[in-house]
């Protein structure tokens, strides 16, 4: 499920127009020989899309795109609707649905940016009947829709793509019994499998035993077939016409199929980290896999009799890399989960699939008997984790923020009334990345704690903070606790004073003031007020305070008073929505107070859109700009009043 955010292809990128999409439909092939090469051309679109933006899914959107291209040019009819439950293949469909004149050309150019194609499907995009979230979803969704569908009296099939890592999601199981028992034969699945997630084989995360008799003992018409041959997927369609049950194909594919180097099937071991699963490629990589793609399109059509591909290019300045002294918070927390590993014999780490990403590799290879893989099951990891809790051990649990606060709640909170301690960690927090989306954007997580008996939930500042903050929670906190971590290397323009040690509900003044109180917490919120302030302080001449509050769901209230004395207004900055973030818990504080002293909670009032860092901040009204203007009108507001 991971979802590196990179730095966009510099160089010559390539990209076949429209008009060779039309010729290469409209000449005189066979179907199979069509559909091959339209599934190559958006293969090249697909790596450009991913090249230009710096960020997406190459292997899964190759894997899948033989299938996509034969469906969409040779299969659906009329009111037939596919999507896809797993999500990370966006680029490629994106790159056929444009190839067949279904969405815009221009959006070739705009994956991942504001207005553009988000990272994963949504509705907002024409020809995305679904949106994804959390895997397993797929299939569920797929039956709503033939339900809705005969009560309308509507025909058509459902064509619903999943992963093989997502078939650990209990959802997806739960969604087998039902859609058999009511006959309903509109649904056909299509198992991408290519035998990897995320980063690693799915054999070597939690082995899916014998998939077809598995899918039959649900009561599902069950076929297999290699993926890539697509007179072998045709006919495996076609065998499926007239069964009055659920179908399910199950397509052997391989991963980042169509460069030779991107497959699967050329990594040294199977132990080895699969590359391409998400972010893009370097430049000399993305020029070796646009080249093969190109060669082997040229030498179909010649093959055919037909011209070559005229395609088009665009050339990429370089992009700055992030400064040296940007703070990396995920390589801060693997430094700081060692160090208290060595410490204490009775801690041990569980992740769901996100091994890269959570930054568990060193600690997997230092203690590997106390790394536990749960693979793609959040609520069977977080139970599992409250069965070694009650045993004695301290578990560390991480998955990204969106999945493990939400998926699992319930199992947190069953573990919380248990009286255990454990220390849940989700990386990727906050709006920012936003190229993957709304699904990915952790924006709801503290308000889905924040209640949790005996929960306390922290947001690190800087490298620094993540090495105390951690140790609080292993060593002090009074029971379970949460982490949030951004992902992304982030510059800050303060520092922690030298002597700073992290206290229960209290925060540290980064720049002094009188006037006015902005408190925010993580490098990304932190970053924005300080800058904001700078700009407020200019234009009005008022004295503005900043404070970093790590604890986002309690606030001392002794420590509170002394922030207050000649502060003529409080504004929290939330990187979350602002129902349940933490500006509501300063909120109740300051009430409990009778400070008197006006109070704002500025963050998300929306769900987030998909684009880059500083288009998505801009749009949700959390870069310095426009704090400074939100803040600057609160004044105005108040002072009329």
């Given at each position: 499920m991971?979802?590196?955010?990179?730095?966009?292809?510099?160089?010559?990128?390539?990209?076949?127009p429209?008009?060779?999409?039309?010729?290469?439909?409209?000449?005189?092939?066979?179907?199979?020989?069509?559909?091959?090469?339209?599934?190559?051309?958006?293969?090249?679109?697909?790596?450009?899309?991913?090249?230009?933006?710096?960020?997406?899914?190459?292997g899964?959107?190759?894997?899948?795109?033989?299938?996509i291209?034969?469906?969409?040019?040779?299969?659906?009819?009329?009111?037939?609707?596919?999507?896809?439950?797993?999500?990370?293949?966006?680029?490629?469909?994106?790159?056929?649905?444009?190839?067949t004149?279904?969405?815009?050309?221009?959006?070739?150019?705009?994956?991942?940016?504001?207005?553009?194609?988000?990272?994963?499907?949504?509705?907002?995009?024409?020809?995305?009947?679904t949106?994804?979230?959390?895997?397993?979803?797929?299939?569920?969704?797929?039956?709503?829709?033939?339900?809705?569908?005969r009560?309308?009296?509507?025909?058509?099939?459902?064509?619903?793509?999943?992963?093989?890592g997502e078939?650990?999601e209990?959802?997806?199981?739960?969604?087998?019994?039902?859609?058999?028992?009511?006959?309903?034969?509109?649904?056909?699945?299509?198992?991408?499998?290519?035998?990897?997630?995320?980063?690693t084989?799915?054999?070597?995360?939690?082995?899916?035993?014998?998939?077809?008799?598995?899918?039959r003992?649900?009561?599902?018409?069950?076929?297999?077939?290699?993926?890539h041959?697509l007179?072998?997927?045709?006919?495996?369609?076609?065998?499926?016409?007239?069964?009055?049950?659920?179908?399910?194909?199950?397509?052997?594919?391989?991963?980042?199929?169509?460069?030779?180097?991107?497959?699967?099937?050329s990594?040294?071991s199977?132990?080895?980290?699969?590359?391409?699963?998400?972010?893009?490629?370097?430049?000399s990589?993305?020029?070796?896999?646009?080249?093969?793609?190109?060669?082997?399109?040229?030498?179909r059509l010649?093959?055919?009799?037909?011209?070559?591909?005229?395609l088009?290019?665009?050339?990429?300045?370089?992009?700055?890399?992030?400064?040296?002294?940007?703070?990396?918070l995920?390589?801060?927390?693997?430094?700081?989960?060692?160090?208290?590993?060595?410490?204490?014999?009775?801690?041990?780490?569980?992740d769901?699939?996100l091994i890269?990403?959570?930054?568990?590799?060193?600690?997997?290879?230092?203690?590997?008997?106390?790394?536990?893989e749960?693979?793609?099951?959040?609520?069977?990891?977080?139970?599992?984790?409250g069965?070694?809790?009650?045993?004695?051990?301290?578990?560390?649990?991480?998955?990204?923020?969106?999945?493990?606060?939400?998926?699992?709640?319930?199992?947190?909170?069953?573990?919380?009334?248990?009286?255990?301690?454990?220390v849940y960690?989700?990386?990727?927090?906050?709006?920012?990345?936003?190229?993957?989306?709304?699904?990915?954007?952790?924006?709801?997580?503290?308000?889905?704690?924040?209640?949790?008996?005996?929960?306390?939930?922290?947001?690190?500042?800087?490298?620094?903070?993540v090495?105390?903050?951690?140790q609080?929670c292993?060593?002090?906190?009074?029971?379970?606790s949460y982490?949030?971590l951004?992902?992304?290397?982030w510059?800050?323009?303060?520092?922690?004073?030298?002597?700073?040690?992290?206290?229960?509900?209290?925060?540290?003044?980064?720049?002094?003031?009188?006037?006015?109180?902005?408190?925010a917490?993580?490098?990304?919120?932190?970053?924005?007020?300080?800058?904001?302030?700078?700009?407020?302080?200019?234009?009005?001449?008022?004295?503005?305070?900043?404070?970093?509050l790590?604890?986002?769901?309690?606030?001392?209230?002794?420590?509170?008073?002394?922030?207050?004395?000649?502060?003529?207004?409080?504004?929290?900055?939330?990187?979350?929505?602002?129902?349940g973030?933490?500006?509501?818990?300063i909120?109740?504080?300051?009430?409990?107070?009778?400070?008197?002293?006006?109070?704002?909670?500025?963050?998300?009032?929306?769900?987030?859109?998909?684009?880059?860092?500083?288009?998505?901040?801009?749009?949700?009204?959390?870069?310095?700009?426009s704090l400074?203007?939100?803040?600057?009108?609160?004044?105005?507001?108040?002072?009329?009043?």
């Amino acid at each position: 499920m991971g979802d590196l955010a990179g730095q966009a292809v510099e160089g010559t990128l390539y990209y076949a127009p429209y008009a060779e999409f039309e010729r290469v439909k409209d000449a005189n092939f066979a179907a199979k020989d069509r559909a091959a090469i339209f599934a190559d051309m958006c293969r090249l679109n697909a790596l450009y899309m991913i090249a230009r933006a710096g960020s997406g899914h190459i292997g899964s959107s190759f894997s899948s795109m033989d299938i996509i291209s034969w469906l969409l040019l040779e299969e659906m009819k009329g009111p037939d609707v596919y999507f896809s439950s797993k999500g990370h293949d966006a680029p490629g469909y994106y790159a056929a649905l444009i190839g067949t004149g279904q969405l815009d050309f221009d959006l070739v150019h705009k994956l991942r940016q504001i207005d553009g194609l988000p990272g994963h499907p949504d509705v907002g995009t024409l020809g995305m009947v679904t949106n994804t979230g959390s895997l397993g979803m797929g299939i569920s969704k797929a039956k709503g829709m033939v339900l809705a569908n005969r009560l309308a009296s509507r025909v058509g099939r459902v064509f619903v793509m999943t992963g093989d890592g997502e078939l650990q999601e209990g959802q997806l199981w739960e969604s087998l019994v039902s859609a058999a028992n009511m006959g309903l034969h509109e649904i056909v699945v299509i198992v991408d499998h290519n035998k990897l997630q995320s980063d690693t084989f799915v054999k070597n995360v939690s082995d899916l035993g014998d998939l077809e008799a598995k899918f039959r003992a649900f009561g599902w018409r069950v076929e297999r077939c290699d993926g890539h041959d697509l007179n072998a997927f045709a006919a495996a369609l076609a065998s499926l016409e007239g069964d009055s049950r659920p179908k399910i194909v199950i397509a052997d594919t391989v991963k980042g199929k169509g460069v030779s180097f991107m497959e699967h099937t050329s990594l040294d071991s199977d132990v080895a980290m699969y590359r391409f699963h998400s972010g893009a490629p370097d430049s000399s990589m993305y020029r070796a896999a646009a080249q093969e793609i190109m060669t082997r399109l040229n030498e179909r059509l010649s093959a055919t009799g037909k011209a070559d591909l005229e395609l088009e290019t665009i050339d990429r300045p370089r992009s700055p890399a992030p400064p040296a002294t940007a703070q990396r918070l995920i390589g801060a927390y693997t430094k700081a989960l060692l160090n208290q590993a060595e410490k204490r014999s009775d801690l041990v780490a569980l992740d769901a699939d996100l091994i890269l990403d959570t930054g568990l590799i060193p600690f997997r290879e230092k203690y590997p008997n106390r790394f536990f893989e749960c693979g793609i099951a959040e609520q069977d990891m977080v139970s599992m984790a409250g069965g070694m809790a009650l045993n004695g051990l301290l578990p560390i649990v991480h998955s990204f923020a969106c999945f493990l606060s939400a998926r699992p709640n319930e199992q947190i909170y069953n573990n919380a009334t248990e009286h255990t301690k454990i220390v849940y960690v989700g990386s990727l927090a906050g709006v920012v990345p936003g190229g993957p989306g709304h699904s990915h954007q952790a924006v709801r997580d503290i308000s889905a704690l924040a209640a949790v008996p005996k929960m306390t939930i922290v947001e690190p500042s800087c490298e620094a903070e993540v090495e105390s903050l951690l140790q609080w929670c292993v060593d002090e906190a009074p029971g379970s606790s949460y982490m949030r971590l951004i992902s992304l290397p982030w510059e800050i323009p303060y520092t922690l004073p030298v002597d700073y040690k992290p206290k229960y509900g209290q925060g540290v003044v980064l720049a002094p003031g009188t006037d006015i109180a902005i408190i925010a917490y993580g490098p990304v919120m932190l970053t924005s007020a300080f800058q904001a302030a700078q700009v407020v302080a200019g234009k009005t001449g008022l004295s503005v305070k900043v404070v970093n509050l790590p604890w986002l769901n309690v606030v001392d209230k002794d420590w509170l008073k002394t922030i207050l004395p000649g502060c003529k207004h409080v504004f929290s900055i939330d990187n979350h929505y602002v129902i349940g973030g933490q500006g509501d818990a300063i909120g109740r504080t300051l009430a409990a107070l009778g400070a008197g002293i006006p109070h704002t909670c500025i963050g998300l009032e929306e769900v987030p859109p998909s684009g880059t860092n500083p288009q998505v901040l801009a749009r949700v009204g959390l870069d310095a700009a426009s704090l400074a203007i939100t803040i600057s009108n609160a004044l105005r507001s108040s002072k009329q009043a």
